[in-house]
């Protein structure tokens, strides 16, 4: 089994900083991509940020230049850097990690279960 652990969410005013961070743990071989997404209420799930294991990034059009992904291999670790929130950016955010369990195993999407980043004064 894949587990994956997300932190960081809370309240924060208009204009502040959140750092998320999210491991994953298990049987894991490598880790292609990983990336976090929202989904706010009443609103389909979105992509916010993807990494590629080479370090390669793709951000939505709505965070580029305030988001910033990251990631820690050695300790199959993700983080989302988050400036200048506003609060259309509140939302459940959660981690996605595509894994794979051994050498010739597909890689295989495995999902956190998600924070709470909540944008208001």
């Known amino acids: 089994q894949v587990q994956l652990v997300e932190s960081g969410g809370g309240l924060v005013q208009p204009g502040g900083s959140l750092r998320l961070s999210c491991a994953a743990s298990?049987?894991?071989?490598?880790?292609?991509?990983m990336g976090w997404y929202r989904q706010a209420p009443g609103k389909q799930r979105e992509l916010v940020a993807t990494?590629?294991?080479?370090?390669?990034?793709n951000y939505a059009d709505s965070v580029k230049g305030r988001f910033t992904i990251s990631r820690d291999n050695a300790k199959n670790t993700v983080y989302l850097q988050m400036n200048s929130l506003k609060p259309e950016d509140t939302a459940v955010y959660y981690c996605?990690?595509?894994?794979?369990?051994?050498?010739?195993?597909?890689?295989?999407?495995?999902w956190g279960q998600g924070t709470q980043v909540t944008v208001s004064s």
């Open positions: 996605n990690a595509e894994v794979k369990r051994g050498w010739n195993a597909a890689p295989y999407g495995y």
């Open positions: 298990g049987t894991i071989f490598s880790i292609n991509a």
């Open positions: 990494i590629a294991s080479g370090g390669r990034t």
